[in-house]
């Protein structure tokens, strides 16, 4: 069976109801406040200007508000300004300079923050790769009951990168994330159960988290469950089973190879 890499989902776009609920918010009002000095209206005013509400979309001006709310320690703003770096999103792309707000939001709590910081020293970026530093935020988003946190830090233990190889430790946090239906840690935590690397095997329970992932659309997952059902491993044998998992499969593998 494929083991699934360690999947970031480093600065993911962050999600605000800030204008979900409130479709008249008074431009002039929030900047207003924004100029004199208010960190949340900055940020909110950052905001429209990212996503063209009320205002023109104008990236620069989104960066410029968002990084003045983030000086003064809004921590959301820290988070996204830091996005902002990763991207080049009105500002000259920088993964050190992102690496800094990532820092900032991280030392005030920020799960989010902590599981991307964890992430750029797993991966190098904007500093020298350190497993050790990883394994520290992600554990500490993973105590949070970050999902993403929860994952990779089951892999670090599971491959034993910045900390030494557990699998009791691995199935814990995997077992956390695939409890909210984090479909990559499902994946992985089927695998673990059907090679019993570490822990005992167990079929039954390898084909529940696998099918629990293909449900979602895990490629991975959805191969190898095809597999179980035509092995007769830990579900009665099913010739029918084992194709359509294994057509669900080959068909993102194709349109991924079309992409390419």
Known sequence: MKQKHLVSI????????????????????????????????????????ADGRGVQHNDIQAAYWIGKA??????????????????????????KNALYWLGKASAQG???????LGLMYAYGRGVEKNDTQAVYWLRKAAQLGNASAQYNLGFMYNNGRGVEKNITQAVYWLRK??????????????????????IKKNDTQAVYWLHKAAEQGHATAQYDLG???????GVEKNQTQADYWLRQAAAKSDIAGNKN
Do not use: C, P
């Open 70 to 95: 983030a000086e003064q320690g809004n921590v959301n703003s820290q988070y996204y300004f830091a996005r902002m770096y990763a991207h080049g999103q009105g500002v000259a792309k920088s993964d």
């Open 227 to 233: 597999l179980m059902y035509r092995n007769g491993r």
């Open 10 to 49: 480093l600065l993911l776009l962050l999600t605000t109801s800030v204008f979900a609920t409130n479709t008249s918010i008074n431009f002039n009002e929030i900047q207003r406040l924004a100029s004199q000095g208010n960190s949340a209206n900055q940020y909110v005013l950052g905001l429209m200007y």
């Open 177 to 198: 994330a695939a409890e909210q239906g984090d479909a990559s840690s499902q994946a992985l935590l089927g695998v673990v159960y059907a090679i019993g690397h570490g």
């Open 110 to 116: 920020h799960a989010t923050a902590q599981t991307d």
